[in-house]
Every structure is written in structure tokens, then in C-alpha cells.
């Protein structure tokens, strides 16, 4: 036998992706948990939903897409992402036993994996993947943004939990741009909604303090995008699918913060500290990918795997958008506090747009970020999310943009197959070396 | 290069597959055995199987490039690449004019549009479901009480097809076993087997487009009432390798000849 001409990359085995922007992360999401689950303490003490003292008021469940964490924050009120809950519970492959308890209870298999993961996980008084628990509610906050799923869950929980419902009414947009009507239309439920605030926190509302967090969130987002530009660098020194899902952490829970400001100051260091030594996020960089949707987060490093044995490295992502399209030059405006998050929850947000904006938004990605090809992961229990993913990888072939289509689910580890999986990834990227990298008589 | 042998080993769901290559592109010999969990030991006897009656051994061989759901599992391996890129080339190899191939083995099937010298272009293989693969003919010809093999002609004498309908594998078997029961003839059963098979087979030609040539191979393309059905509906002549399941092997001892006389062509240049 001879030796190895070429080692193949995917015999390289696993590898660790951890910088200090992972530990900051991790940081500030124990942080947070172990808030909730000081005011968790609290309620077990009294035995009531708290109101006044010192520290967070209460705890508030919100959606993640287009959020309006700031204006929980003007009031002390700490907010709980079901969707964090339920995607930490997958990472750490504890999902499945939440989600047969929820088919147990009645949900069907085809409905939302995070729906049915954190439905049980609620009512099993579940401790989260750190340890800690979720407080009851002071309010649940259904700022239905894009995914109208969320009705019904945030209905349920409601139900169960017995804590007041309020409901964000946000028209999806259908052309570029909300029209006036609509803003005014968000902005006056805005105003309902602080009226409530008010109620359940105790505490009256300070414009100038909410002028402050926008300040803040809006430094954030300029930070979280100026760490998305530095992916335009070859190799890239940022991994926009896979380190931006950690990213989204504390642009949920910590942007309108000091704290969050620090944390993407951070980032942004180490990011344009690998570009000035020419490092990039995968060891060695042979294709520059986008990638369409959600991770499979019960296979996240499995999944991430099948990028980095081919030198993948995602550039840029939407799933990284469902917070906000902040790349593209939107920051909240202390000048205009509640205009501005009605336009945010209606426009600048990915899961709000119409597809013929994210189809645009995706080839501003192959363009400006200079990727070789597409990844679409469809997601089997969020059709809101993949509903259109068949039609989206016809357009971009047709554009001659190779693309991949896979269907697994973010949540439910039985729509996963390794094996098929892996396949698919093999070959997608066979056919891109030989198409980027093909030598004479030895390309596959 | 010229007393050079690569080998290509398809490890299958089903079956794995050995071709040993010599310099020339010519096939040496071949073996081919039921897939077990010992992907080793199973590798290194259908080596030897090959290699002995020619007089070679292991050392004779220069390249060995392994592809299949198994291609990981063998150590001796100098390169694993995916079955669908293998079966591309192998089809290509000994069908230039190929366009479009229908892959069927035993638990995966995918349709593979190929470009220039076999490069492909864009795949569509099933997912998670083998309703469409040579595993449902093993369970279908297990209720009907015929092998495999039976089935491949037996459906050309159907005169009254019967429709399978369900897309489950699972449920499709009730459907077969209620057809027994009302009397049907086995052939007319088969012929809906086949009808079944052959339309999801064509969904996924259909993703991908024919072109102007179909090559199809794969184990389940050793039914000669299958080609005949998938020619019906395309309404083309299709091609059909001699021994089809052993395609990816060939296409996988092909790369690996590429890949050593580029290894070599490198070691000339540097020395």
C-alpha cells in the first residue's frame, strides 16, 4: 500500500470550538438563568407572584423573533425565552423525555418540537439544563412576531400557569415596508402593553431609563454587526451560523445592558484579533458557505462537524437574523423610543419579512460575503420556519448557486439520521470541490 | 503505473461490494457479500477472495478508496467518498451518453444527474424512508413466498396489475397480504409492487431531470420487470449495467486509480 496521498479532511475527527467569546457566553446565559431562579426563590418564599424589592420584579416568557426585551427591562423584569429553554434542553440531549411527555399529554408529533418541550417542561416543574428553575410568570408576553404558533402556545401557558396573557398584535409584512398605520397600530399596543407593565412590576415607566437601554441595545447591534462584517474576510474569522447561535444568547437577554455592550466589545476583539493574524474560524478554510434556518440542536456539534470536515465555514446566516436584520443598518433609536420597536418587531427581523425579502437578503450573502454555495436546513416540526424551503432551493439553483437541501428538525432528535445526513453533506461537497478545486485526472 | 491494482469497496446497507482494478481500467475480479457488522474481517475476506486466484495479495494493491454508508469502517482505506459521486462515475464509465441514474439498493434510492465526465451535478435520494427500496421487495417477497429473484420476471407476465397505493413500506405490506388473501394472482401483485417502486423512483427523477439517457443501477435494477416498468412510464429505452449492483464499487475503484496516478504524477514532478 501506498500512503495516503491526501488525507481526507473528514477523517480529522472532532474538533472543540471554543474561544472566549463561548466562555463570555456562557457567562452571562448562567447569569441570567440563575436570576430567574433567584426570583424562582422568591416566589417559593412568599409564595406569590413578587412585586416590589430589590433586584428583578418578575419574570416575563416572550417570544425570541423581533422581541421587545427592552421595554421589560425599563421595568426590572427579567425575560424568559422559551425557545433558550427548549434549545438548551436539546443541546444537552434531555429533549426527547419532555417531548414524549408532551405527546403523553396530547400534542401531536407534527407540532412545534419547542412547544411540546417546553409545554412539558413546564408543567413538570422541570429544572433547566443548568440546574436552575423558571419562576412563574408575572406576565406572559405573547409578541407574536412571524410565527403565529405562538398564540396558541403562550394560550396554553397561560392556561396552566394562571399569569395575565397579553397578546402583540404584529401584522406580518407583506411588501418592503409597514405602512404608517401600522406602526401607529404597534405602537399603540406598545403603550397598552406598558400600562401593564406598570401593574405587574410595581413600578412606574421612565422614558429617559428606556431611552437608555435603546442606547445600549443600540451600541450592541452595532457591534453584533460590525463581528458579522468581519466574516467577509478570507478565511473568515467568524463562524455566522454556528458562534452567531451562540451570539444570540446575549443579543436576546443582554443587549439593552452594559453588560451586553461588554460582551460584543469582546467579541469584536477577538474577531478582528484572528483577522489581523490571519486566523479563521475553521483550521483551514476551502468553502464559504450561507446557511437558511434553524441548527438541529440535539446534533449541533455533529452538525457543525459536517461543516468544519470540509473546511465549510458559514459566513452568514438568517437563523442569526430572527433578532433582528441589525447587518443591514437597523439600531434602535432612543430619540424615538416606541416607533422604534414597533419598527424593529415589524420590519427588521427575519421571520416578519416576506420570502421574496429573504431570497434577497440571502444573495446580498453570496455576493457581498463571497460564498460558494447555500444550506438550507428545513426544519420538519416549524413549517412557519420551512414552509417554502422546496420553492427557495429551486430559486437559488436556478441562479446557479449550489445549494443543499436537508430536513431534520431543531428540536426532536428522531427526525435526525446521522447516516444519511453525513451522506448528503459528502456528496454536496464532493461535487463543490470538483467544481472550485478540480485538477486534471484527480478530482472527485 | 502499469502493474498497479486499486481496489473500490462499496459497503452497503445491503450487500458490500469489492472491485479490483488493474492500471488499464479493466476489471480484474469482483465478490460481493451480504453486509455483517464486521466491516473488516467482511472486507478482508472479499479481498481475498478477489485476490487469490489471481496469485496477488494485499500488497499488490496500491489504492483502495471505499464508498457506501460503511465507507468510514475500513481502516486500509486511502479515501472514502460518498456512493452517490461513486455510482455517478461508475454509471458514466460504462454509459458515456448517461444524463440522468436511478440508484435502488437495498435501503436507500436516489436519482443522480450527472454532467461532463460523470460529474454530478444535483442528487435526490430518499430520506428516511425505504418504501422505495430493494429492502420492501425482501419483506414483499417474504409474504408472497417467492425469493427476490422470482419477483424480477414474474411481473412481466402480469395481464391485471394490481395498485399498491400506501408510500409506508409497513402499510404496503398489509396491502400485499390482503391482496393474497382475496385471491390475486402473485404476478399481478408483483407488477403493483414494481408500479409502486418505479413511481417513487420517478419523483425523484423528476427533481433532478432526466436529460437524455437514464443509467440504472443499484441491486434492485437486477429486476427485469422493474427496468421494464420504469421504461414504460419514462417511455425510453433505459441502460442497465450487466452486474448494476456492483456500479459504485467500480466508480470508487475508478477514483482511486485517478487518485493514485495523481499521487504518483506529484511524486514524479518533486523527486
Given amino acids: 500500500m501506498t500512503d495516503t496521498p491526501k488525507e481526507n479532511p473528514k477523517a480529522a475527527g472532532h474538533v472543540h470550538y471554543q474561544g472566549r467569546m463561548h466562555a463570555l457566553q456562557k457567562e452571562i446565559i448562567t447569569r441570567w438563568y440563575k436570576e430567574l431562579h433567584g426570583v424562582w426563590q422568591r416566589q417559593q418564599a412568599s409564595n406569590a407572584v413578587p412585586l416590589p424589592g430589590s433586584g428583578a420584579t418578575g419574570a416575563v416568557p416572550l417570544m425570541i423573533s423581533g422581541n421587545c426585551v427592552e421595554l421589560l427591562q425599563a421595568f426590572d423584569l427579567l425575560p424568559v425565552y422559551p425557545e433558550i429553554n427548549a434549545l438548551q434542553l436539546a443541546i444537552r440531549k434531555k429533549a426527547l423525555e419532555y417531548l414524549l411527555k408532551a405527546e403523553d399529554m396530547g400534542y401531536s408529533t407534527d407540532n412545534c418540537g419547542y412547544v411540546k418541550a417546553d409545554m412539558a417542561f413546564y408543567l413538570e416543574g422541570a429544572e433547566t439544563a443548568q440546574g436552575t428553575r423558571i419562576p412563574k410568570p408575572s406576565l406572559i408576553l405573547n409578541n407574536f412576531v412571524g410565527c403565529n404558533t405562538y398564540i396558541k402556545w403562550f394560550e396554553h401557558l397561560a392556561h396552566f400557569t394562571k399569569a395575565p396573557l397579553f397578546t402583540l398584535d404584529i401584522p406580518f409584512l407583506q411588501g418592503e415596508e409597514p405602512d404608517a398605520g401600522q406602526i401607529k397600530y404597534v405602537a399603540d399596543q406598545l403603550k397598552d402593553l406598558i400600562r401593564l407593565l406598570e401593574k405587574v412590576s410595581g413600578r412606574s415607566f421612565d422614558i429617559d431609563r428606556l431611552r437608555e437601554i435603546l442606547k445600549l441595545s443600540a451600541r450592541s447591534e452595532e457591534l453584533w454587526s460590525a463581528i458579522k462584517m468581519t466574516a467577509k474576510n478570507n478565511p473568515s474569522p467568524y463562524e455566522a451560523f454556528f458562534d452567531a447561535t451562540t451570539m444570540m444568547g446575549p443579543l436576546y437577554v443582554s443587549r439593552g445592558t452594559p453588560e ?3 460582551f460584543f466589545e469582546e467579541a469584536l476583539r477577538e474577531m478582528e484579533e484572528k483577522v489581523r493574524l490571519g486566523v479563521g474560524a475553521v483550521a483551514k478554510e476551502r468553502f464559504r458557505v450561507v446557511v437558511e434556518a434553524p441548527p438541529p440542536y440535539p446534533y449541533f456539534k455533529a452538525f457543525r462537524d459536517l461543516f468544519n470536515t470540509w473546511g465549510a465555514c458559514s459566513v452568514a446566516s438568517t437563523y442569526s437574523c430572527v433578532g433582528g436584520t441589525f447587518e443591514f443598518g437597523f439600531r434602535h433609536d432612543p430619540r424615538d423610543p416606541l416607533n422604534s420597536i414597533a419598527r424593529h418587531m415589524l420590519v427588521h427581523n427575519v421571520c416578519n419579512r416576506n420570502y421574496i425579502q429573504r431570497y434577497d437578503q440571502i444573495l446580498r450573502y453570496i455576493k457581498e460575503w ?23 432551493r429551486e430559486f437559488f439553483t436556478s441562479k446557479g448557486i449550489p445549494t443543499l437541501y436537508v430536513e431534520s428538525d431543531l428540536e426532536d432528535p428522531r427526525y435526525y439520521s446521522p447516516a444519511q445526513m453525513r451522506n448528503r453533506f459528502d456528496a454536496f461537497f464532493e461535487a463543490l470541490e470538483h467544481k472550485k478545486y478540480s485538477t486534471k485526472g484527480a478530482g472527485v | 503505473m502499469k502493474d498497479r491494482l486499486v481496489a473500490g469497496i462499496d459497503l452497503g ?8 482494478l488493474a492500471a488499464d481500467r479493466s476489471v480484474l475480479g469482483q465478490a460481493r457479500s451480504k453486509t455483517r457488522a464486521d466491516f473488516v474481517g467482511l472486507t478482508d475476506g472479499l479481498l481475498d477472495e478477489v485476490l487469490k486466484p489471481l496469485g496477488l495479495t494485499r500488497r499488490d494493491i496500491s489504492y483502495i478508496a471505499t464508498t457506501g454508508l460503511g465507507r468510514y469502517a475500513v481502516p486500509a482505506r486511502n479515501i472514502q467518498i460518498t456512493e452517490i459521486t461513486c455510482g455517478a462515475r461508475g454509471a458514466w464509465f ?11 439498493g437495498s435501503q436507500s434510492s436516489r436519482a443522480i444527474r450527472v454532467g461532463e465526465k460523470g460529474r ?22 417474504k409474504y408472497l413466498e417467492i425469493t427476490v429473484d422470482e419477483m424480477g420476471t414474474l411481473s412481466l407476465t402480469s395481464s391485471d396489475p394490481r395498485e399498491i397505493s400506501s408510500v409506508c413500506a409497513v402499510l404496503a405490506e398489509s396491502e400485499i397480504i390482503s ?12 407488477r403493483g409492487i414494481h408500479d409502486s417502486l418505479a413511481d417513487r423512483a420517478l419523483t425523484l427523477i423528476r427533481r433532478v431531470g432526466i436529460g437524455t439517457s437514464l443509467t440504472f443501477i443499484g441491486g434492485v435494477a437486477r429486476q427485469e420487470g422493474m427496468i421494464s416498468t420504469v421504461q414504460a412510464k419514462l417511455g425510453i429505452q433505459v441502460n442497465v449495467p450487466e452486474e448494476p449492483e456492483y456500479v459504485c464499487a467500480l466508480g470508487a475503484a475508478l477514483f482511486a486509480l485517478e487518485r493514485l496516478k495523481a499521487a504518483e504524477a506529484v511524486s514524479a514532478k518533486t523527486a
Fill in chain 2, 94 to 104: 460504462l454509459f458515456p451518453d448517461t444524463t440522468c441514474i436511478l440508484d435502488i
Fill in chain 2, 120 to 141: 454530478v451535478k444535483e442528487f435526490k435520494t430518499n430520506e428516511k424512508c425505504a418504501s422505495g427500496s430493494g429492502g420492501f421487495l425482501e419483506k414483499a417477497a
Fill in chain 2, 13 to 20: 446497507a445491503g450487500s458490500t461490494k469489492v472491485v479490483l
Fill in chain 1, 260 to 262: 451586553g455592550v461588554r
Fill in chain 1, 370 to 392: 463571497n460564498a460558494d454555495a447555500l444550506i438550507i436546513h428545513s426544519v420538519k416540526s416549524c413549517r412557519l420556519f420551512s414552509a417554502g424551503h422546496g420553492d427557495m
Fill in chain 2, 179 to 190: 391482496n393474497v388473501s382475496d385471491g390475486y394472482k402473485i404476478e399481478d401483485i408483483v
